[in-house]
């Protein structure tokens, strides 16, 4: 097999994987790497983030190890906010520069 006949891939190693829900574990790991991030700022720990966010300890213990699999979009953004944190989504037509799909900036 030639270098030229190897498979093109993407921006995106689960997609390039085959996980057939890439970009929204894409978009969970972009959130949880950032709650993650200020956790760590604020020298919270897991039962400090539970009581802040509403959330179990369990589940803050999930997006500590990033095991985001029963944890939704949604819930991720919600415990930002409840970090003082501003989450804005942004939908626009897809160009041919930018295919469809989502993309989190934090």
């Known amino acids: 097999m030639s270098f030229n006949d190897l498979p093109q891939g993407t921006d995106n190693v689960l997609l390039d994987l085959g996980f057939d829900d890439a970009e929204e574990l894409t978009a969970k790991a972009a959130l949880a790497l950032k ?5 760590d700022q604020r020298g919270l720990n897991q039962m400090d983030v ?6 179990t300890q369990p589940k803050v213990s999930q997006i500590r190890r990033y095991k985001l ?4 979009l949604e819930r991720l953004m919600q415990a930002l906010v409840s970090l003082d944190q501003r989450v804005e989504i942004v939908v626009r037509p897809a160009r041919r520069a930018h295919a469809p799909g989502i993309t989190v900036a934090a």
């Open 35 to 39: 709650l993650n991030a200020l956790i």
């Open 69 to 72: 699999q029963n944890i939704s």
């Open 50 to 55: 539970a009581a802040i966010t509403g959330m």
